[in-house]
């Protein structure tokens, strides 16, 4: 019984790290993002495609 829930806890903790390293790595591509100066004008280039097919 014991073996089966260290298995169980060994997957949860398996499943936690990867999903703490995936968070990481996203935070930092998101920080790289803010860093770079070009990042801040695509949302407005988005906009202008938005408003001449409205």
Known sequence: ???EESDEELQKSVG????????SVENRMI???????SFPSRP?????QHSPQQ
Request: glycine share 4%; aromatic share 4%; no cysteine.
């Open 31 to 37: 920080g790289k993002q803010k860093r770079v100066p």
């Open 1 to 3: 019984m014991r073996e």
């Open 44 to 48: 407005r280039q988005r906009e202008r």
């Open 16 to 23: 936690a790290l990867f999903a703490a390293d995936r968070t």
